[in-house]
């Protein structure tokens, strides 16, 4: 890992906070003055344990990639403060060349490579020349860490959206970073080859013991391979905690349909479904079954074919509920039904 950091260096007035996470931020703001004021970023709390793969995830517009920014130093909150290892993160005003030491941010444009140089050269070109039989030997461990020395002797401009991906990782990790920040990372990589991708970055967390934070709007990707997530919305942290206890037990609806795309149903409409409730509840789309009867309350309003499961658009005239079919069997619409709910998750409990 690089020679840890501290912003004494830029802020001389500042001392370090013991007892706090790797990556602190206490009441944090971004507010963007323009025609329009557009807080970004809105008093928000947060801390980001080291060697882990933390996501930040949030529907479009939701201030992830400001947060990110802002935990770079690209910029400088409006309040609050945001730490590493106890220090001030230095900002724009502190620094000439923004961007914390121990820090390497991969953005979604590719904007740092030299798309007419070779995929060696990109990497390479990250370390001095004072060694080169280490330079050399650096650079063919991260190719192989990423999987493209294949690749070496290709123009960037040439690669794949995926193959590119996997050149800025490289060129960001060859210098040891302590922390990696991604920026939608795998938003121009194809479906088929995200899952190597991940698992590739979750391989180089457990060897080396980097800490990554990852932006993305996408809950297949985060819940696959995060270890904890932050969740936005219009600029504020709604719930964080591990991917299993958030898709299970949300704190809030945004997030129970952000993740699970589940079921939201107010207290009058789950007692339709003879749940009696006094608060918002939701349902994942798993825990609802149906069986064929003649004359059930409830029908098939919908179906959609999702690859290896269908997903069912059923209810009434008061509530409509979505599901998954798997197995999947032939079910017409206007089938009359019955519904079975196995489990559901009450909001303010």
């Not at 706090?20 to 980001?48: K, Q, R």
């Amino acid at each position: 890992m690089a020679t840890q950091s501290n912003s004494c260096q830029y802020i001389f007035s500042d001392v370090q906070k013991q007892d706090v996470p790797l990556i602190y931020g206490e009441d944090v703001s971004c507010i963007f003055e323009g025609n329009l004021t557009v807080t970004a970023v809105n008093h928000v709390d947060f801390g980001i344990e080291e060697g882990k793969i933390t996501a930040i995830i949030g529907e479009s517009g939701s201030g992830k990639s400001t947060l990110l920014k802002l935990i770079y130093g690209l910029l400088e909150p409006n309040s609050g403060e945001i730490r590493y290892r106890g220090w001030l993160v230095p900002t724009r005003k502190d620094k000439l060349i923004p961007g914390h030491d121990a820090m390497k941010l991969v953005s979604q444009g590719f904007d740092d490579l030299n798309l007419y140089a070779k995929v060696w050269d990109n990497v390479a070109s990250q370390l001095s020349n004072t060694n080169l039989a280490l330079k050399a030997s650096r650079t063919q461990e991260v190719l192989e860490q990423l999987r493209i020395d294949h690749l070496a002797q290709k123009r960037v401009a040439d690669l794949s959206g995926g193959e590119k991906q996997r050149v800025a990782i490289s060129r960001a990790l060859i210098n040891d970073p302590e922390v990696l920040l991604m920026d939608e990372p795998f938003n121009q990589v194809d479906a088929a080859f995200r899952d190597e991708l991940q698992q590739d970055i979750q391989q180089i967390v457990q060897k080396t013991g980097l800490t990554v934070i990852l932006v993305s709007h996408d809950p297949a990707e985060v819940l696959a391979m995060a270890d904890y997530l932050i969740v936005m919305k219009a600029g504020e942290i709604t719930d964080q905690g591990k991917p299993h206890a958030l898709y299970v037990e949300p704190n809030s609806p945004y997030t129970a349909r952000l993740l699970a795309k589940s079921n939201i149903l107010s207290p009058q409409q789950a007692a339709v479904l003879g749940i009696q409730v006094d608060s918002e509840i939701s349902i994942l789309q798993e825990n609802i079954r149906f069986e064929e009867q003649e004359h059930g309350a409830y029908w098939v309003k919908d179906f959609r074919f999702r690859g290896f499961y269908n997903e069912l658009i059923i209810g009434n005239d008061d509530i409509t509920l979505h599901t998954i079919q798997y197995p999947k069997t032939l079910v017409k619409k206007n089938t009359r039904i019955h519904i079975l709910v196995s489990s559901y998750h009450k909001f303010g409990t």
